[in-house]
């Protein structure tokens, strides 16, 4: 096996969901194209994600899918919390262990790295398995204050 095939097999797993506005959906399809991702989710249903928010060849090719269409997608982590539930961008976790930052977090990417934050500081997501996944910020906002 030559060095190119170990580097593409050794490729971890990737986990994408969206939100649709009412209900979080699990990405089956993702497709990347210049001017944002298009997807598809269960059930057939279909969305659209903006990558690139700056691009106008929306409006010039009159393609432009409908406000309710444009769902922000959240990737997985890879990582799973102390219950063995899946960590993925956008998600509220709580973590009763950190002195030094407010016990609820949300998660993303930053940095070149997947980091909590509480609103004022932030920290690279090395904990995982002493946090617990209790909401995201489309589902359960209140959870952070």
Avoid at 32 to 48: E, L, V
Avoid at 108 to 123: C, E, L, N, P
Wanted: glycine letters at 8%.
């Amino acid at each position: 096996m030559n060095n190119l095939n170990k580097i593409i097999f050794n490729i971890r797993p990737t986990a994408y969901r969206a939100w649709n506005g009412n209900k979080m959906l699990d990405i089956q399809t993702l497709c990347w194209n210049a001017m944002g991702a298009i997807w598809y989710a269960q059930n057939n249903q279909f969305g659209w994600a903006w990558v690139n928010p700056g691009f106008t060849g929306w409006e010039e090719n009159n393609k432009k899918p409908a406000a309710g269409d444009i769902c922000p997608i959240m990737q997985w982590t890879g990582l799973r919390d102390k219950d063995g539930k899946d960590i993925y961008e956008g998600d509220i976790v709580y973590d009763e262990t950190n002195v030094s930052m407010k016990q609820y977090q949300i998660v993303s990417f930053d940095f070149g790295m997947w980091t909590v934050s509480d609103g004022t500081y932030f920290a690279q997501l090395d904990r995982f398995d002493q946090i617990k996944v209790v909401g995201n910020i489309f589902e359960t906002p209140g959870l952070i204050s």
